[in-house]
T-cell receptor, first 111, second 112 residues
Framework: GESVGLHLPTLSVQEGDNSIINCAYS??????FIWYKQESGKGPQFIID?????DKRQGQRVTVLLNKTVKHLSLQIAATQPGDSAVYFC??????????FGAGTRLFVKA | DAEITQSPRHKITETGRQVTLACHQT?????MFWYRQDLGHGLRLIHY???????NKGEVSDGYSVSRSNTEDLPLTLESAASSQTSVYFC???????????FGPGTRLTVT
């Protein structure tokens, strides 16, 4: 499939371990944040989102943490599986206007 | 199930030709977007639309145009294809501003 990025930061984890993917966002006025997963040859897929009035939000095996003080977002994946291997990127949105996407992190899960 | 589709999935064209990439969504979303994705650049916004007859330029709109004649479709046209437009193109839609976007599978365009 199409290569998303050959020079992306890479995180390598053992199957069953927890993964933490970090993202620094750029605009202190951003009030909505989204994490996407992109598998090779596919379009980005929505994973989880969080609004700026929250610090933490949990989904199925995923948790997003937001630290507005340092403009930092993280995605935690519990019990990482081979199917989680993909590029993950965060996106920020300012008051409903255009969404800005980060470059992404490649997650590699070792069986 | 609602979905967003793109066609063709792969296209090879020659420099100077006009090319149109199709995007069709059945989510009934008002907002639709076109992005290109290149190594080292992530997703860059080309054009977007907030409804029928509405179109707006994104950060890399030169050489591209869109039209929105109905809710479901936002075709992207390359007026005169250039080698710099070789890329993977993604269409997306969302229910409103400030909500997640749903992406299509992408079109890989090669301009020779």
């Amino acid at each position: 499939g199409e290569s998303v990025g050959l020079h992306l930061p890479t995180l390598s984890v053992q199957e069953g371990d927890n993964s933490i993917i970090n993202c620094a966002y750029s605009n202190s006025a951003s009030d909505y944040f989204i994490w996407y997963k992109q598998e090779s040859g596919k379009g980005p897929q929505f994973i989880i989102d969080i609004r700026s009035n929250m610090d933490k939000r949990q989904g199925q095996r995923v948790t997003v943490l937001l630290n507005k003080t340092v403009k930092h977002l993280s995605l935690q994946i519990a019990a990482t599986q081979p199917g989680d291997s993909a590029v993950y990127f965060c996106a920020e949105n300012v008051r409903g206007f255009k969404t800005i996407f980060g470059a992404g992190t490649r997650l590699f899960v070792k069986a | 199930d609602a979905e967003i589709t793109q066609s063709p999935r792969h296209k090879i064209t020659e420099t100077g030709r006009q090319v149109t990439l199709a995007c069709h969504q059945t989510w009934n979303h008002n907002n639709m977007f076109w992005y290109r994705q290149d190594l080292g650049h992530g997703l860059r916004l080309i054009h977007y639309s907030y409804g029928v007859q509405d179109t707006n330029k994104g950060e890399v709109s030169d050489g591209y145009s869109v039209s929105r004649s109905n809710t479901e479709d936002l075709p992207l046209t390359l007026e005169s294809a250039a080698s710099s437009q070789t890329s993977v193109y993604f269409c997306a839609s969302s229910q409103a501003q400030g909500y997640e976007q749903y992406f299509g599978p992408g079109t890989r365009l090669t301009v020779t």
